[in-house]
């Protein structure tokens, strides 16, 4: 009988070290969002004091996204924080106070996924698979074309979001 592979792991770190997640397992998806609303974000968290730019070069934001019962506090915890673009919104920034670093984007709802910010990891992180809801791009020049890019959610990353749910629901 084969041995079973290990599952993969991904441990990200704010930027001084004090705050560490670790994911389990393989991702459910790497994107680049260009929505309004992460690009809002990611502005404003990079105007907090010493904090690290989390948007690419053309005003992306990179995220690879996991189920959220996949991602847990390694150390640190107490010095997360949620961030809100307004007080009726269900999406929480969570930023390492320590040293404002971006760690993940979660949800006040039923969403059971977590985006955290690809900027955080320190090694590989699964490749960028797709650049989603590109009609709300601000930057300039022309979109990158190294992966496919869709102006709002495509079938493909909504699928990926339900059989995930569906693996949740049966523990897989």
């Not at 929505?35 to 730019?53: I, K, M, T, V, Y």
């Not at 990179?62 to 959220?68: D, E, I, S």
């Not at 979660?106 to 690809?118: A, G, P």
Request: proline content about 8%; aromatic content about 6%.
């Amino acid at each position: 009988m084969m041995p079973t592979p290990p599952k993969p792991e991904a441990i990200v770190s704010c930027a001084c070290g004090s705050v560490a997640l670790r994911a389990h397992a393989a991702p459910i998806a790497s994107v680049i969002c260009y929505c309004g609303d992460c690009q809002r974000g990611s502005r404003e968290l990079a105007s907090l004091p010493d904090a690290a730019p989390v948007q690419d070069a053309d005003d992306g934001t990179a995220y690879v996204v996991y189920r959220k019962d996949r991602v847990m506090p390694v150390r640190g915890a107490a010095l997360l924080k949620n961030y809100k673009l307004g007080p009726a919104s269900a999406t929480n920034r969570v930023v390492a106070t320590c040293c404002n670093s971006a760690m993940l984007m979660s949800f006040d709802d039923s969403r059971h996924w977590v985006s955290m910010y690809r900027a955080r990891f320190a090694g590989e992180a699964m490749p960028v698979q797709m650049r989603i809801c590109t009609k709300s791009r601000t930057g300039k020049g022309p979109l990158p074309n190294d992966v496919p890019g869709f102006a709002s959610y495509p079938l493909r990353f909504m699928a990926k979001l339900i059989a995930a749910r569906v693996a949740m629901a049966f523990h897989a």
